[in-house]
Protein backbone atom coordinates (compact mmCIF):
# COMPACT_ATOMS: atom_id res chain seq x y z
CA UNK A 1 0.00 0.00 0.00
CA UNK A 2 1.33 3.00 -0.65
CA UNK A 3 1.27 5.64 2.60
CA UNK A 4 -0.41 9.17 2.79
CA UNK A 5 3.19 11.36 2.09
CA UNK A 6 6.28 9.88 0.13
CA UNK A 7 8.51 7.82 2.17
CA UNK A 8 11.87 8.33 2.03
CA UNK A 9 14.77 7.24 3.74
CA UNK A 10 18.37 8.75 5.13
CA UNK A 11 21.11 8.07 1.83
CA UNK A 12 22.81 5.72 4.03
CA UNK A 13 19.71 3.77 4.31
CA UNK A 14 18.44 3.39 0.78
CA UNK A 15 19.75 0.30 -0.92
CA UNK A 16 18.93 1.58 -5.03
CA UNK A 17 21.86 4.40 -5.70
CA UNK A 18 21.63 5.10 -9.34
CA UNK A 19 20.14 4.60 -12.82
CA UNK A 20 21.91 4.98 -15.80
CA UNK A 21 21.21 4.15 -19.86
CA UNK A 22 23.56 3.25 -23.10
CA UNK A 23 23.20 3.05 -26.47
CA UNK A 24 23.84 -0.26 -28.31
CA UNK A 25 24.15 -1.43 -31.22
CA UNK A 26 20.65 -3.14 -31.19
CA UNK A 27 18.72 -0.95 -29.03
CA UNK A 28 19.21 0.82 -25.21
CA UNK A 29 20.78 -0.86 -22.18
CA UNK A 30 19.51 0.31 -18.78
CA UNK A 31 21.13 -0.50 -15.80
CA UNK A 32 20.07 -0.09 -11.83
CA UNK A 33 22.88 -0.25 -9.28
CA UNK A 34 21.88 -1.42 -5.90
CA UNK A 35 23.75 -1.68 -2.97
CA UNK A 36 22.66 -5.23 -1.84
CA UNK A 37 21.12 -8.22 -4.31
CA UNK A 38 16.85 -7.40 -4.45
CA UNK A 39 14.26 -9.34 -5.89
CA UNK A 40 12.42 -7.54 -8.77
CA UNK A 41 9.85 -7.90 -11.54
CA UNK A 42 10.08 -5.78 -14.83
CA UNK A 43 6.69 -5.11 -17.14
CA UNK A 44 5.90 -2.77 -19.92
CA UNK A 45 2.70 -1.21 -20.39
CA UNK A 46 0.80 -0.44 -23.54
CA UNK A 47 2.77 2.97 -23.88
CA UNK A 48 6.08 1.41 -23.75
CA UNK A 49 6.96 2.52 -20.67
CA UNK A 50 8.75 0.08 -18.09
CA UNK A 51 8.14 0.08 -14.60
CA UNK A 52 10.22 -2.35 -12.44
CA UNK A 53 9.27 -3.04 -9.19
CA UNK A 54 12.18 -3.70 -6.75
CA UNK A 55 11.01 -5.99 -3.49
CA UNK A 56 12.43 -4.45 -0.16
CA UNK A 57 14.05 -1.57 -2.16
CA UNK A 58 14.05 1.51 -0.90
CA UNK A 59 15.49 5.02 -3.04
CA UNK A 60 15.66 8.66 -2.55
CA UNK A 61 12.51 9.76 -4.76
CA UNK A 62 13.85 13.23 -4.56
CA UNK A 63 17.13 12.02 -5.76
CA UNK A 64 15.29 10.26 -8.61
CA UNK A 65 12.89 12.92 -9.23
CA UNK A 66 14.99 15.67 -10.15
CA UNK A 67 18.20 13.75 -11.82
CA UNK A 68 18.38 14.88 -15.70
CA UNK A 69 17.17 11.89 -17.49
CA UNK A 70 19.55 10.06 -19.61
CA UNK A 71 19.46 11.24 -23.34
CA UNK A 72 18.02 7.65 -24.42
CA UNK A 73 14.82 8.30 -22.26
CA UNK A 74 12.30 10.46 -22.35
CA UNK A 75 11.34 10.49 -18.88
CA UNK A 76 12.19 8.55 -15.29
CA UNK A 77 9.41 8.60 -12.29
CA UNK A 78 9.65 6.38 -8.96
CA UNK A 79 7.63 5.60 -5.94
CA UNK A 80 8.43 4.18 -2.75
CA UNK A 81 6.02 1.51 -1.27
CA UNK A 82 6.06 -0.06 2.23
CA UNK A 83 8.16 -2.41 1.38
CA UNK A 84 8.96 -2.25 -2.00
CA UNK A 85 9.78 0.61 -4.66
CA UNK A 86 9.18 1.33 -8.40
CA UNK A 87 11.16 2.71 -10.92
CA UNK A 88 9.38 3.53 -14.42
CA UNK A 89 11.06 5.18 -18.04
CA UNK A 90 9.99 6.03 -21.25
CA UNK A 91 12.52 5.29 -23.94
CA UNK A 92 12.59 7.99 -26.56
CA UNK A 93 12.71 5.39 -28.92
CA UNK A 94 10.18 2.32 -29.76
CA UNK A 95 11.61 -1.39 -29.04
CA UNK A 96 10.27 -4.49 -30.68
CA UNK A 97 11.15 -6.37 -27.13
CA UNK A 98 13.12 -6.02 -23.32
CA UNK A 99 14.38 -8.62 -21.28
CA UNK A 100 16.15 -8.07 -18.30
CA UNK A 101 19.19 -9.73 -16.42
CA UNK A 102 20.91 -9.59 -13.36
CA UNK A 103 25.06 -9.37 -13.59
CA UNK A 104 27.03 -11.92 -11.49
CA UNK A 105 27.84 -9.53 -8.93
CA UNK A 106 23.94 -9.14 -8.01
CA UNK A 107 23.90 -5.74 -7.60
CA UNK A 108 22.75 -4.78 -11.42
CA UNK A 109 19.76 -4.84 -12.72
CA UNK A 110 19.76 -4.92 -16.49
CA UNK A 111 17.13 -4.15 -19.00
CA UNK A 112 17.57 -5.12 -22.57
CA UNK A 113 15.17 -2.68 -24.95
CA UNK A 114 16.14 -4.17 -28.20
CA UNK A 115 15.13 -2.39 -31.11
CA UNK A 116 14.51 -4.13 -34.89
CA UNK A 117 17.65 -4.13 -37.32
CA UNK A 118 16.12 -4.43 -40.41
CA UNK A 119 17.75 -6.62 -43.26
CA UNK A 120 18.93 -4.88 -46.38
CA UNK A 121 20.54 -6.32 -49.42
CA UNK A 122 22.49 -3.76 -49.91
CA UNK A 123 23.99 -1.35 -47.32
CA UNK A 124 24.04 1.68 -49.85
CA UNK A 125 20.19 1.16 -50.67
CA UNK A 126 19.46 1.25 -46.69
CA UNK A 127 17.71 4.78 -45.18
CA UNK A 128 17.74 3.04 -42.16
CA UNK A 129 21.32 2.58 -41.78
CA UNK A 130 22.15 6.50 -43.25
CA UNK A 131 19.59 7.75 -40.33
CA UNK A 132 22.01 5.14 -37.57
CA UNK A 133 24.69 6.78 -39.11
CA UNK A 134 24.50 9.57 -38.82
CA UNK A 135 23.50 9.64 -35.10
CA UNK A 136 26.44 7.22 -34.57
CA UNK A 137 25.08 4.69 -32.76
CA UNK A 138 27.18 1.85 -33.78
CA UNK A 139 30.78 1.77 -33.24
CA UNK A 140 31.51 -2.08 -33.99
CA UNK A 141 34.48 -3.88 -36.18
CA UNK A 142 33.72 -7.02 -37.08
CA UNK A 143 37.17 -9.30 -37.63
CA UNK A 144 37.42 -11.96 -35.40
CA UNK A 145 35.86 -14.44 -36.23
CA UNK A 146 34.97 -17.73 -34.54
CA UNK A 147 33.81 -21.20 -36.44
CA UNK A 148 32.73 -24.00 -33.82
CA UNK A 149 32.45 -27.14 -35.88
CA UNK A 150 29.31 -29.37 -34.02
CA UNK A 151 29.99 -32.41 -31.84
CA UNK A 152 33.47 -34.12 -31.53
CA UNK A 153 35.18 -36.70 -30.18
CA UNK A 154 32.82 -39.63 -28.52
CA UNK A 155 30.04 -37.14 -29.42
CA UNK A 156 29.80 -38.59 -33.11
CA UNK A 157 26.34 -36.64 -33.57
CA UNK A 158 24.01 -37.86 -35.61
CA UNK A 159 24.61 -40.96 -38.11
CA UNK A 160 22.70 -40.99 -41.66
CA UNK A 161 21.31 -44.28 -42.74
CA UNK A 162 24.36 -44.84 -44.96
CA UNK A 163 26.74 -43.96 -42.22
CA UNK A 164 28.00 -40.28 -42.79
CA UNK A 165 28.66 -38.69 -39.24
CA UNK A 166 28.11 -35.58 -38.50
CA UNK A 167 30.98 -34.97 -36.39
CA UNK A 168 32.74 -35.50 -39.79
CA UNK A 169 30.80 -32.87 -41.80
CA UNK A 170 30.53 -30.16 -39.51
CA UNK A 171 34.34 -29.75 -39.22
CA UNK A 172 35.20 -30.33 -42.94
CA UNK A 173 32.55 -27.31 -43.48
CA UNK A 174 34.15 -25.11 -40.99
CA UNK A 175 38.17 -26.16 -42.07
CA UNK A 176 36.08 -24.59 -45.48
CA UNK A 177 34.82 -21.91 -44.09
CA UNK A 178 38.31 -20.92 -42.39
CA UNK A 179 39.98 -21.41 -45.42
CA UNK A 180 37.82 -18.79 -47.14
CA UNK A 181 37.77 -16.51 -44.31
CA UNK A 182 41.84 -16.91 -44.28
CA UNK A 183 42.04 -15.67 -47.87
CA UNK A 184 40.18 -12.23 -46.80
CA UNK A 185 41.55 -9.86 -45.55
CA UNK A 186 40.69 -8.30 -42.47
CA UNK A 187 40.00 -11.33 -40.67
CA UNK A 188 41.28 -13.25 -38.02
CA UNK A 189 39.47 -16.64 -37.57
CA UNK A 190 39.45 -19.44 -34.82
CA UNK A 191 38.10 -22.81 -34.23
CA UNK A 192 36.73 -24.29 -31.20
CA UNK A 193 38.26 -27.97 -32.30
CA UNK A 194 40.56 -28.17 -35.52
CA UNK A 195 40.01 -32.01 -34.86
CA UNK A 196 37.79 -35.09 -34.25
CA UNK A 197 37.99 -34.34 -30.17
CA UNK A 198 35.06 -33.39 -27.59
CA UNK A 199 34.94 -30.02 -26.32
CA UNK A 200 31.87 -29.54 -24.03
CA UNK A 201 29.73 -27.06 -25.13
CA UNK A 202 30.11 -24.38 -22.66
CA UNK A 203 34.16 -24.77 -23.11
CA UNK A 204 32.76 -23.52 -26.96
CA UNK A 205 31.16 -20.45 -25.36
CA UNK A 206 34.50 -19.64 -23.58
CA UNK A 207 36.92 -20.05 -26.54
CA UNK A 208 34.92 -17.43 -28.24
CA UNK A 209 34.82 -14.92 -25.34
CA UNK A 210 38.21 -15.26 -24.53
CA UNK A 211 39.52 -14.77 -28.15
CA UNK A 212 37.26 -11.25 -28.22
CA UNK A 213 34.94 -12.44 -31.20
CA UNK A 214 33.03 -10.45 -32.88
CA UNK A 215 30.70 -12.93 -34.31
CA UNK A 216 30.47 -17.03 -33.11
CA UNK A 217 28.84 -19.88 -35.81
CA UNK A 218 28.19 -23.26 -34.82
CA UNK A 219 27.95 -25.33 -37.82
CA UNK A 220 25.80 -28.60 -37.80
CA UNK A 221 23.88 -31.12 -39.61
CA UNK A 222 20.15 -31.82 -38.64
CA UNK A 223 18.38 -35.20 -37.85
CA UNK A 224 14.47 -35.97 -37.50
CA UNK A 225 12.71 -39.30 -37.09
CA UNK A 226 10.96 -38.36 -39.93
CA UNK A 227 13.12 -39.48 -42.76
CA UNK A 228 11.55 -37.19 -45.16
CA UNK A 229 12.30 -33.72 -43.28
CA UNK A 230 14.69 -32.12 -45.61
CA UNK A 231 16.24 -28.27 -45.79
CA UNK A 232 18.75 -25.92 -44.11
CA UNK A 233 17.84 -23.78 -41.21
CA UNK A 234 19.64 -20.88 -39.19
CA UNK A 235 18.96 -20.10 -35.38
CA UNK A 236 19.45 -17.66 -32.68
CA UNK A 237 19.37 -18.02 -28.90
CA UNK A 238 15.55 -17.48 -27.57
CA UNK A 239 12.47 -19.45 -26.77
CA UNK A 240 11.60 -21.99 -28.61
CA UNK A 241 8.35 -20.88 -31.01
CA UNK A 242 7.41 -24.29 -31.96
CA UNK A 243 7.82 -27.99 -31.06
CA UNK A 244 10.11 -28.43 -34.43
CA UNK A 245 12.41 -26.01 -32.82
CA UNK A 246 12.48 -27.71 -29.13
CA UNK A 247 13.55 -30.76 -31.15
CA UNK A 248 16.27 -29.20 -32.71
CA UNK A 249 17.68 -27.55 -29.31
CA UNK A 250 17.37 -31.17 -27.16
CA UNK A 251 19.20 -33.24 -30.36
CA UNK A 252 22.16 -30.24 -30.18
CA UNK A 253 21.71 -30.28 -26.59
CA UNK A 254 22.32 -33.85 -25.83
CA UNK A 255 25.73 -33.25 -26.47
CA UNK A 256 26.03 -32.63 -22.64
CA UNK A 257 25.26 -36.57 -21.79
CA UNK A 258 29.18 -37.20 -23.00
CA UNK A 259 30.45 -34.19 -21.03
CA UNK A 260 31.56 -35.36 -17.76
CA UNK A 261 30.39 -32.46 -15.52
CA UNK A 262 27.77 -32.24 -12.42
CA UNK A 263 26.78 -29.23 -13.45
CA UNK A 264 23.16 -28.72 -13.06
CA UNK A 265 22.39 -26.94 -16.14
CA UNK A 266 22.03 -30.73 -18.11
CA UNK A 267 18.66 -30.70 -16.91
CA UNK A 268 17.12 -26.95 -17.53
CA UNK A 269 14.91 -26.98 -20.14
CA UNK A 270 15.47 -24.41 -23.53
CA UNK A 271 13.59 -21.33 -21.75
CA UNK A 272 16.01 -21.95 -18.37
CA UNK A 273 18.89 -21.65 -20.79
CA UNK A 274 17.87 -18.30 -21.95
CA UNK A 275 16.87 -17.43 -17.98
CA UNK A 276 20.92 -18.39 -17.33
CA UNK A 277 22.35 -15.65 -19.04
CA UNK A 278 20.06 -12.62 -20.43
CA UNK A 279 23.30 -10.70 -21.43
CA UNK A 280 23.29 -12.41 -24.69
CA UNK A 281 20.22 -10.84 -25.33
CA UNK A 282 22.13 -7.71 -25.78
CA UNK A 283 22.89 -9.05 -29.17
CA UNK A 284 19.38 -10.57 -30.28
CA UNK A 285 18.75 -8.13 -32.61
CA UNK A 286 22.37 -8.60 -34.71
CA UNK A 287 21.78 -12.41 -34.36
CA UNK A 288 18.76 -12.55 -35.77
CA UNK A 289 20.59 -10.33 -38.34
CA UNK A 290 23.38 -12.47 -39.28
CA UNK A 291 20.94 -15.60 -39.04
CA UNK A 292 18.86 -13.54 -41.60
CA UNK A 293 21.85 -13.26 -43.94
CA UNK A 294 22.86 -16.77 -43.54
CA UNK A 295 19.65 -18.42 -44.51
CA UNK A 296 19.32 -15.71 -47.70
CA UNK A 297 23.10 -17.07 -48.82
CA UNK A 298 22.12 -20.54 -48.07
CA UNK A 299 18.97 -20.21 -50.56
CA UNK A 300 20.98 -18.61 -53.11
CA UNK A 301 23.42 -21.32 -53.40
CA UNK A 302 21.48 -24.21 -52.25
CA UNK A 303 18.45 -26.50 -54.06
CA UNK A 304 17.25 -28.12 -50.90
CA UNK A 305 13.88 -26.40 -48.87
CA UNK A 306 14.39 -23.34 -46.92
CA UNK A 307 12.92 -23.82 -43.62
CA UNK A 308 13.79 -20.09 -42.26
CA UNK A 309 15.55 -18.81 -39.35
CA UNK A 310 14.10 -19.97 -36.24
CA UNK A 311 15.37 -19.80 -32.86
CA UNK A 312 15.87 -21.95 -29.95
CA UNK A 313 17.45 -22.24 -26.21
CA UNK A 314 20.99 -24.31 -27.37
CA UNK A 315 23.58 -24.34 -24.47
CA UNK A 316 26.46 -23.72 -27.24
CA UNK A 317 25.10 -19.95 -28.03
CA UNK A 318 24.10 -19.43 -24.26
CA UNK A 319 27.40 -17.75 -23.05
CA UNK A 320 28.86 -15.97 -26.03
CA UNK A 321 28.97 -12.86 -25.76
CA UNK A 322 28.60 -11.65 -29.57
CA UNK A 323 26.09 -12.00 -32.24
CA UNK A 324 26.03 -15.96 -32.25
CA UNK A 325 24.06 -18.33 -34.35
CA UNK A 326 23.84 -22.39 -35.22
CA UNK A 327 23.38 -23.41 -38.80
CA UNK A 328 21.39 -27.01 -39.85
CA UNK A 329 23.01 -27.20 -43.16
CA UNK A 330 21.09 -29.98 -44.48
CA UNK A 331 19.33 -33.42 -43.03
CA UNK A 332 21.75 -36.21 -42.67
CA UNK A 333 18.78 -38.38 -41.68
CA UNK A 334 17.22 -38.20 -45.02
CA UNK A 335 18.71 -40.21 -47.66
CA UNK A 336 18.76 -37.89 -50.37
CA UNK A 337 20.48 -35.34 -48.44
CA UNK A 338 22.74 -37.64 -47.08
CA UNK A 339 23.89 -38.09 -50.27
CA UNK A 340 24.80 -34.19 -50.80
CA UNK A 341 26.33 -34.02 -47.64
CA UNK A 342 29.12 -36.22 -48.53
CA UNK A 343 29.82 -34.38 -51.68
CA UNK A 344 32.44 -32.19 -51.35
CA UNK A 345 30.95 -29.29 -53.76
CA UNK A 346 28.02 -29.33 -51.48
CA UNK A 347 29.94 -28.30 -48.37
CA UNK A 348 31.66 -26.22 -50.22
CA UNK A 349 28.68 -24.26 -51.12
CA UNK A 350 27.41 -24.26 -47.40
CA UNK A 351 30.65 -22.64 -46.50
CA UNK A 352 30.71 -20.08 -49.33
CA UNK A 353 27.20 -18.97 -48.46
CA UNK A 354 28.30 -18.57 -44.63
CA UNK A 355 31.17 -16.64 -45.90
CA UNK A 356 29.27 -14.04 -47.81
CA UNK A 357 27.01 -13.81 -44.86
CA UNK A 358 29.26 -12.61 -42.76
CA UNK A 359 31.01 -9.89 -45.29
CA UNK A 360 27.59 -8.97 -45.50
CA UNK A 361 27.50 -8.49 -42.14
CA UNK A 362 30.70 -6.43 -41.25
CA UNK A 363 30.24 -4.33 -44.46
CA UNK A 364 26.41 -3.78 -42.88
CA UNK A 365 27.57 -3.06 -39.48
CA UNK A 366 31.12 -1.25 -40.44
CA UNK A 367 29.62 1.56 -42.87
CA UNK A 368 27.84 2.43 -39.56
CA UNK A 369 30.82 3.83 -37.80
Not at 193 to 214: G, M
Not at 330 to 356: G, H, M, P
Request: glycine share 4%; charged share 25%; net charge negative.
Amino acid sequence: MVTNAPLTFPTNHVNILSLQATEKVNGTLVEIFLAQPLQFEVFSDQDQTININIFKGRLDTVYFNMMKSPDQLAWIKTCQFENSAQISFKPRKPFVNYTHNVMTDSTRIQISLIGEVPIVDSVESSPVDSSRREEGLLDVSIGRIVIDPGHGGEDSGAVGKNGLIEKEVTLDIANRLKMLLDNEKGFAVFLTRDKDELVPLERRAEIANRNKADLFISIHTNASKKGSAQGFETYFLSAAKNEDARTVAALENSSLRFERTSDSSQNLSDIDFILMDLVQNEFLAESSDLASLIQRHLKRELTIPDRGVNQAGFVVLNKTYMPSVLVETAFISNQEEEALLKKDSFRQQVAQAIFESIKQFRQKYESLK
